[in-house]
């Protein structure tokens, strides 16, 4: 059997004097007891809340598809857009390698066909960017486009021109159709 040296006889007696008598102080307390039971109640209390969110959870996961990496595919930090959206000239791309949110070049639009509801003709314009979508935040900064979103698209090809004289650039116009079943993106002008 092994001895216990003088310093660590004398350690122990520290650690039994000083440290237990300071870490235990005020457990007998009634109030202390009650914590326990507090603490199972609010447990149980978030897990019913938990499951009525998951509608909200549901909506982020019809928008974006895990990606596994890695040798054997245990990181999954990579998200796969799966919903129509909208990528502009000016953005570039990060190294796939590094690239948090994949777009599939398949589901990115550059173009609109836009209605003017006054002059009533269609015309296909280039799209400059996203305004606001109205399903999610989460869909706007990704530039995901679904019925509803507010886009802004290139008028300079319809000529039209305000008071000063000015011609008018970008103007907003509202997606009216379903782009994911429909392949391509209809919209009406917002004057």
Known sequence: M?????NKRMMKRLHKEQYLSIYWTGRDSPELKYFPKLFKK???ESKEM???FTPHAQGETELLKVIQTGKRKKKAWKRMVTKVC???DSVTRKPPKYERFI???GLCFKKAHVTHLELKPTFCLPI?????NP?????TTLGVITKGTVIEVNVSVLGLVTQGGKVIWGKCAQVTNNPENDVCINGVLLV
């Open 42 to 44: 609010t447990k149980r």
């Open 128 to 132: 400059l960017g996203i305004k606001k």
């Open 86 to 88: 909208f990528v502009g």
């Open 135 to 139: 399903s999610s935040l989460l869909y």
């Open 2 to 6: 092994k001895r216990e040296t003088p």
């Open 103 to 105: 777009r599939p070049m």
């Open 50 to 52: 938990g499951s009525s």
